[in-house]
């Protein structure tokens, strides 16, 4: 089944800036899939958002887990034929802790969901958004994965890579991750852009950020709908371009 209406994923989508992000969408006329873990969450975010007349339905999909990954594939080929847009949004962060004491089985774990779950969810969904006339893929970075930023004592951004060793490394690695598919499929037309919605109030931080999640979605809709010259293997707040 093939359709007219554009169709996007975001993981991770149940709630915070992922939430927001599938509302936005969903009010340009794009149908949402929202992709989550745990099927009640999802289905009730699916649900409040469908409250508002938008197309936005739920998608089982665990990011750490190959199978659910390749069975949310399958459904969305199943049911739409292609994918126009992928927000890889799922992230996890960890308690602070200094680099030195860092465990590497808490990097690992953090590195399942916001390294590993991108790598598999974008090369199960690549089949599908390379039927897309404008494929699009978003992934949710920070400025936190910025080398600049932590490099530069005189950032603010610096001072947590002294407590943030898992959550930030992951970011910077998402970061070279998004150059790399950005090279390969530029030539096919894809754009590919790593997005950070500045420190926004959610669960991940315990809501204390100074920022929306209605505010941190806005940079990821822009590239998400961005025309065929915008730009690709850019790093960007809502503000402009931030250095890797």
Not at 1 to 24: D, F, H, Q, V, W
Not at 117 to 137: D, E, F, K, Q, Y
Not at 181 to 200: D, F, H, K, M, Q
Request: proline share 5%; charged share 20%.
């Amino acid at each position: 089944m093939t359709t007219s209406r554009k169709t996007a994923l975001i993981t991770g989508a149940n709630k915070g800036i992922g939430k927001e992000t599938a509302r936005r969408l969903a009010a340009l006329g794009i149908t949402v899939l929202i992709g989550a873990r745990d099927a009640e969450r999802g289905e009730a975010a699916a649900e409040e958002l469908r409250a508002d007349g938008a197309d936005v339905r739920f998608v089982p999909l665990d990011v750490t887990d190959e199978t659910s990954v390749r069975a949310a594939a399958e459904h969305i080929d199943a049911t739409f034929g292609r994918l126009d847009i992928l927000v890889n949004n799922a992230a996890i962060a960890t308690g602070p802790l200094k680099p030195s004491e860092t465990p590497a089985a808490t990097v690992r774990q953090v590195y399942e969901t916001n390294v590993f779950g991108v790598i598999a969810v974008t090369h199960a969904m690549l089949p599908l958004l390379r039927r897309s006339a404008a494929a699009r893929i978003v992934n949710m970075s920070s400025e936190l994965g910025s080398l600049t930023h932590l490099a530069d004592p005189g950032s603010p951004w610096s001072a947590y890579s002294s407590i943030l060793l898992p959550y930030c490394t992951s970011k910077s690695a998402l970061n070279a991750i998004t150059v790399l598919y950005a090279n390969e499929l530029r030539a096919e037309g894809i754009l590919v852009n790593a997005v950070s919605p500045g420190y926004c109030a959610t669960d991940l931080n315990r809501h204390t950020g100074t920022r929306t999640a209605q505010d941190g979605a806005a940079v990821a809709v822009d590239m998400a709908t961005v025309g065929e010259d915008g730009p690709t293997v850019a790093f960007l707040t809502e503000d402009g371009p931030i250095p890797w």
